[in-house]
């Protein structure tokens, strides 16, 4: 079982060979390819952590396409002012699948 934690988008994710991962949006090479910097490498029983090791460690994945998440609706209300606010948001997404893990 090997899998790694990569670091993606201000967050780590847990991912192995053949994993798909919603990402923040990623822009990606004339070909759809990303590497991800990893921080954690699990290999069998060896785990490794060290900085100058991961350094050589490369996880690939392709772009399988941008998407949209859910809207999300931000409301403030104050009390007895006629105080209100209303706004909402969707984050842009990039899904990928990791390829390769070397």
Known sequence: MV???VRAGGRQEKVSVG???TLDRIAGDANGKIQLPAVLLVDGDKVTTDAKALAKVQ?????????RGPKIVIQKYKNKT???KR??????????KVTEIK
């Open 3 to 5: 899998y790694a934690v």
């Open 19 to 21: 994993t798909i991962v």
């Open 59 to 67: 996880v690939t994945a392709e772009i399988l396409g941008d998407l």
């Open 82 to 84: 006629g105080y209100k």
């Open 87 to 96: 706004q909402g948001h969707r984050q842009d997404l990039t899904r990928v």
